[in-house]
């Protein structure tokens, strides 16, 4: 079935949007689609798998633990290893976010 990753509905989205695009025992290939949501008050992602995550379309921004902030636009990736927890404190609020996100289990250690 044909796709189209930066097709997006016309209207606001009330939640994020989690589409699984390939999946089996070893990856995960999502895409998502943020609205100006953020990652709840209190609540961390922490993932026993790495993470890859690739922007697509809008702008972001993810915090670890550690206070580490980064911005993302367009084009911009990053590697998110396995347990590194870490949070959604921005998505644009005018124009949807896209997001591309791999989840792996690294073979290197």
Known sequence: ??????????????NEIFETILQNDCILLERIISDGQTTPDGKWYDDDRDEWVLLLKGKAEI??????????????????????????????LQNKTIWLTLYYKSLIK
Not at 4 to 13: L, R, S, V
Not at 63 to 90: C, M, Q, S, W
């Open 1 to 14: 079935m044909k796709s189209n990753i930066f097709t997006t509905e016309n209207k606001k989205y009330e």
């Open 63 to 92: 915090e670890f633990e550690d206070g580490e902030k980064v911005g993302l636009l367009p084009g911009d990736y990053l590697l998110i290893k396995a347990n590194r927890r870490h949070k959604v404190t921005y998505t644009d």
